[in-house]
């Protein structure tokens, strides 16, 4: 199990962020997400103690042999094909890595665990070799207070779109926040695409996982 590997070094902050740039840290850091740092073979370069804790009770997510996995044969189909995805592809010179998000399952009286992965932009890392891509665990909190302010630093999103994002996040239907806003449906359908685009996720519930993993207190306080 990658334990023993990520428990023999301290999480080091890397010489490069991924996109956002080098607040990205802190804002995860106050967000209280685990942060999975994953080299261009997929394994596991370091971990923080959240998401340590989080891998050791293998309840949804395991770093066995070194490489991170889920527990269910289900999930792990699926988040092998995202890591496929974001992590690069010496194989395939036109491949562009791309974030994603998936959710994975857990036992009965654990909340749903929420990944999402973000290449690394350029080359970081240091004596452990070259970190590729991040990822984000949170728990899923049932209650949440939204920072928008957090949204937008974390996901690189306009003003607009961080407010959308942040009542979406909050339970809020997008007609109903035409009507507390003021801007159209419509308009706010065009946001919505762009921040689809922009975060790397399809769908309004990946949006929302997104938005939580980043913008609250994953112990769910608020």
């Not at 699926?78 to 399952?105: C, F, M, Y």
Request: aromatic share 2%.
């Amino acid at each position: 199990m990658q334990s023993d590997h990520a428990d023999s070094m301290p999480p080091r902050k890397p010489r490069s962020e991924p996109q956002r740039g080098a607040t990205l840290t802190a804002l995860l850091d106050k967000a209280r997400c685990g942060v999975i740092q994953l080299d261009s073979s997929g394994r596991i370069v370091t971990a923080n103690e959240r998401a340590m804790i989080t891998l050791q009770a293998q309840k949804g997510i395991s770093g066995e042999g070194g490489y991170l996995s889920a527990v269910r044969r289900a999930d792990d189909d699926a988040l092998q094909a995202l890591l496929a995805r974001a992590l690069p592809d010496e194989g395939d010179q036109g491949h562009v890595p791309r974030r994603g998000s998936i959710t994975v399952s857990r036992p009965r009286g654990h909340p749903c665990l929420f990944l999402h992965v973000i290449p690394v932009s350029g080359p970081a890392g240091g004596d452990t070799g070259d970190v590729a891509a991040y990822v984000l665990a949170v728990e899923l909190p049932r209650r949440a207070r939204v920072d928008a302010n957090l949204v937008a630093g974390a996901l690189g999103l306009s003003p607009a779109e961080a407010r959308l994002a942040a009542m979406l996040a909050q339970g809020h239907k997008l007609r109903e926040i035409a009507a507390l806003t003021g801007p159209s449906y419509g308009t706010l359908r065009w946001h919505l695409q762009n921040i689809f685009a922009k975060c790397g996720v399809s769908n309004q519930m990946d949006l929302v996982h997104l938005v939580l993993s980043v913008s609250v207190d994953a112990g769910g306080r608020g």
